[in-house]
């Protein structure tokens, strides 16, 4: 019972926080002829209100690509980003929608992602973190979740990501690193025992910057398990896709 | 010997990816002060010949713009695990909206089994221990807001919503296994406000299992009523 009440607890904390934020809001002075105010964040919502040039109104929020806005006379709706960017400062300069780009995916130093793959015959979905110390490199940790027909098992790894080209929006990469591994077979099988070992790897893959702060991935990782046994075990790690961002 | 080969090569790999990293840290560290030093010396000259202006440097600080564009919240249902009757489901979820069309989706969830029909007529025979019927499953999860729309509550309210499609992978933990699990399923949002959410959402949670003797595709269905808010 004690997961239901902390996210109660959580949700509490959540309205909170967005009831407070509601201080300091950047206006804006209208540069086009006019900008529409639809009914929701979304293109197929009907246009309800016009703000003519010259008029200035208040930022609330943002959610993806459109803008809450809310008029002098308390009239709030939502405008496209397209629509934003002719919209000015009151000091005059165009409005800096704080948006990051292609600029701050070069200086990103935090990332994070989700993968999909498989792992020497089993499913994988993997999850990453990673910090970069340079444009090329950085370090990355990753927990694997795998899961077969004939075992389960989790991995972390600890590993360096070298990125060749970063400032191409597709790049090559190269990665090493180690870690543990923790294998547990299914209770199906005789005399079997679930075991944890070391685990190295190498591998490489290709990063495509998307859009804002978004990433994709595509890796590949050999792997050497160090058992307790006479022989390594090698195993394939095929990472198909992945989705990651940077913040 | 197949071994130590790799592992030669992994070192060799390792250097020469750190080595790079390294030379770049220290190339920083000796350019700033360099800069500082050779612009500073000008600049204090030409000040000088110039009045001092008397106005302060108005400090332009921008207000952020605010994105809500996570979601986290709460939900309840029905899920009906094959052969083990049907169960409450709870769980909770977070979601982050990519743009107004697409949105991503991580949630955790959980349900306990009943018993099966064999083991209700048997009698005696236990397929699962009380621990082992416990079901706990995670999912990450794409959605697509393929139908967007607002809803008219008599004549003078109207509520935006969406109806949407989501699917997935995660894993399910059941019968004292981990299950590779694929998700489909629709749902229905409305918004209340500009930042409450309620959905309601019916999914299909498909895994491979051998619990009762024969391997075969499980079909998980469940159905749920959710709160979320956007922050």
């Given at each position: 019972m004690r997961r239901p009440s902390s996210l109660w607890l959580l949700l509490i904390v959540v309205l909170a926080a967005s009831a407070q934020a509601e201080e300091k809001l950047q206006k804006i002075l209208i540069a086009d002829p006019f900008i529409e105010l639809h009914t929701g964040p979304g293109r197929g919502y009907p246009v309800f209100y016009v703000i003519e040039r010259g008029q200035e109104v208040t930022i609330v929020k943002r959610r993806t690509d459109w803008f809450q806005v809310r008029t002098d006379r308390d009239i709030e709706g939502w405008v496209a980003r397209e629509q934003m960017l002719a919209t000015l400062e009151p000091t005059g300069?165009?409005?800096?929608?704080?948006e990051p780009s292609r600029e701050n995916y070069l200086s990103r130093r935090w990332q994070a992602g989700v993968m999909a793959g498989d792992f020497g015959g089993a499913s994988l979905i993997s999850m990453f973190g990673g910090y970069a110390f340079s444009d090329n490199l950085s370090i990355e940790l990753t927990v694997n979740h795998m899961l077969g027909d004939i075992s389960n098992g989790y991995s972390a790894t600890l590993g360096l990501m070298h990125l060749f080209v970063p400032e191409w929006r597709l790049s090559p990469y190269f990665t090493i690193g180690t870690g543990v591994i923790y294998i547990d077979p299914k209770s199906t099988l005789v005399k079997a025992s679930d075991r944890t070992d070391q685990i190295g790897y190498v591998g490489g893959g290709l990063q495509f910057y998307l859009t804002r702060r978004f990433m994709l991935r595509s890796e590949y990782r050999h792997n050497i398990v160090f058992t307790s046994r006479d022989d390594n075990e090698e195993v394939d790690e095929w990472k198909y896709l992945g989705f990651a961002f940077f913040f | 010997m197949e071994v130590s080969r790799f592992r030669l090569l992994f070192l060799t790999l390792l250097a020469a990816s750190v080595l790079p990293g390294c030379a770049m840290f220290s190339r920083n560290r000796d350019a700033a002060p360099e800069t500082a030093a050779s612009a500073q010396p000008p600049a204090d000259d030409a000040n000088k010949s110039i009045i001092e202006p008397q106005v302060e440097r108005r400090e332009i600080k921008r207000p952020k713009i605010e994105a809500s564009d996570f979601e986290v919240g709460v939900y309840g249902g029905i899920l009906s695990i094959e052969d083990f009757e049907s169960n409450a489901v709870y769980g909770a979820r977070l979601a982050y909206n990519l743009t107004e069309d697409f949105f991503l989706e991580a949630s955790l969830g959980r349900s306990r089994a009943g018993r099966t029909s064999y083991e209700n007529l048997s009698g005696s025979a236990e397929i699962l221990t009380d621990s082992e019927r416990d079901y706990t499953y995670y999912a990450l999860s794409a959605g697509w807001n393929a139908l967007p729309g607002e809803v008219f509550v008599g004549k003078n309210r109207s509520y935006n919503t969406a109806f949407y499609l989501v699917t997935g992978i995660g894993s399910t933990r059941f019968g004292g296994d981990d299950l590779f699990t694929v998700n489909a399923g629709f749902g229905y949002r409305i918004l209340p406000t500009d930042w409450i959410a309620v959905h309601f959402d019916v999914r299909d949670y498909i895994f491979d299992t051998d619990l009762l003797g024969k391997k075969k595709i499980v079909n998980n269905l469940e159905a749920h009523l959710g709160l979320s808010v956007y922050f």
């Open positions: 300069a165009p409005l800096d929608l704080q | -």
